[in-house]
């Protein structure tokens, strides 16, 4: 007689090598995943430093136009609103130097600014948002007044003392 031999045939995959499958995906999810979140976060904070240098460079356009930058009154309506001018001749050399109104930081704060800066250099002005967490005085506040803003915005830890005027408190 025969003598028959049974040949196992695999025709699948154990349950051992389906979870470590599973695991594998679901570690690359989660490094792809913490990855991408930090980069939106960088990515907004550079948007709202891009921002404020366009303020900046409009700011910069108005004091050349006027010999001033606007005062806490007019605050930066001045930069997109003719009527946020107060003196008639003033009113007469005055050109929208900003399409958009930008009341707002993108974290839906007020853009903070004061003529005359308390941090140094009278002569120029104070601009700055509170930053993500919406506090003043914390490491995520941007200002105008640091050492390192020679070549644009940069984050710093020192807010402004006493508030100030911001762009929309000025009738935006």
């Known amino acids: 007689m025969y003598s028959r031999r049974f040949v196992s045939i695999r025709r699948g995959f154990t349950l051992i090598e389906v ?8 570690a690359l999810g989660s490094l792809v995943a913490y990855n991408l979140l930090g980069t939106k976060e960088r990515a907004e904070d550079d948007l709202v430093k891009i921002d404020m240098n366009t303020l900046k460079q409009a700011l910069k356009n108005f004091r050349f136009a006027h ?3 606007p005062t806490d009154e007019e ?3 001045a ?3 003719k009527t946020a001018i107060q003196d ?7 050109t929208k130097l900003l399409e958009e109104p930008m009341l707002k930081d993108r974290y839906g704060n007020e853009w903070g600014y004061r003529q005359k800066s308390e941090h140094g250099d009278e ?8 930053g993500r967490d919406k506090l003043e005085n914390t490491n995520d506040d ?7 803003d020679k070549d644009g915005a ?5 807010s402004p003392a006493g508030g100030g005027s911001s762009g929309s408190k000025s009738g935006g």
């Open 123 to 130: 002569t120029a002005y104070d601009l700055w948002s509170y």
């Open 154 to 158: 940069s984050t710093g830890s020192t």
């Open 19 to 26: 979870m470590i499958v599973i695991v594998i995906v679901l």
């Open 75 to 77: 605050g930066l309506k």
């Open 88 to 94: 008639e001749e003033e009113a007469k050399k005055w």
């Open 142 to 148: 941007l200002v105008s007044w640091t050492a390192e």
């Open 79 to 81: 930069l997109w609103d």
């Open 67 to 69: 010999n001033r930058y």
